[in-house]
């Protein structure tokens, strides 16, 4: 299936519609199906997430692995890290989400968006706390079964507590804990606003926003996304 742009990108076209038309919003997304080839913007999106990144590239996680979600602003983040949530939920696995970014209506609202509804919903944690760090995170998820994925939104935010340990200790618990629960930790990270598309067409590990050192050998896997495509590569390693 080919669309014309990226969903996230037509969910942007459909709202705008939505304003400019002054049309309800499920009718505008409605019309960009239709445009699309799709009678409705709910069979659009269930043949998107059959085919989404996320549904191909969680099966390829491991228990206790460290994954990595980078971009820009506005490339879809955030939206693969919650699919990849979501992932490990209809595979049975419960899922956790740790934001700083967002409060618990908007986190609810994207993920019942993706179809967290009923019990898959059941099978999802939710912290928007200002306490969240590496401590806090490895209280709520002890105990959890190996294979249970949580969300870290963002890297870069568990820097900027002084009362905290710096990044390269906090993730080094965090890799650690994971190794011994078996839990996927997915942290979503900012990209440097040096990167330049026009020069690469996919930013790398060299491109990650790091005000201070971290030693990303703790990392398993990095996924990259600009323009909607995507890369996963092994932290240190060859793309796959």
């Known amino acids: 299936m080919h669309l014309s742009a990226p969903l996230y990108r037509l969910k942007r076209e459909a709202r705008l519609l939505s304003r400019e038309a002054g049309i309800p919003l499920a009718a505008a997304l409605d019309r960009i199906a239709a445009r699309e080839g799709h009678a409705r913007w ?5 043949r998107v997430a059959e085919r989404s990144p996320a549904a191909l590239i969680h099966p390829r996680f491991r ?5 990595l979600v980078a971009a820009r602003p506005g490339q879809g983040k955030t939206l693969l890290a919650l699919e990849l949530a979501l992932a490990a939920m209809k595979a049975g696995n419960r899922a956790a989400v740790f934001t700083l970014e967002y409060v618990e209506r ?6 019942e968006r993706l179809g967290a509804r009923g019990a898959l919903k059941d099978l999802l944690a939710l912290d ?3 306490e969240i760090c590496s401590a806090r995170i490895m209280e709520r998820l002890q105990g959890c079964a190996p294979g249970t994925l949580a969300v870290i939104d963002y890297l870069q ?3 900027q507590r002084r009362d905290t340990p710096n990044l390269q200790t906090q993730v080094a618990e965090l890799s ?3 190794r011994r629960s078996g839990a996927v930790l997915v942290f979503v990270s900012q990209v440097d606003r040096s990167y330049d598309p026009a020069l690469k067409p996919l930013p790398d590990l ?9 030693d990303l050998s703790l990392f398993d896997r990095a996924v990259f996304l600009q323009a909607g495509r995507l890369r996963v590569v092994q932290c240190g390693g060859e793309g796959k």
């Open 42 to 46: 709910s069979l659009l999106a269930q």
């Open 63 to 67: 228990p206790g692995e460290m994954i």
């Open 106 to 111: 908007e986190v609810e609202a994207r993920l």
């Open 128 to 130: 928007c706390s200002d």
């Open 157 to 159: 935010i568990l820097d």
């Open 176 to 178: 650690a804990f994971a």
């Open 206 to 214: 060299a491109d990650l926003r790091l005000p201070n050192p971290l």
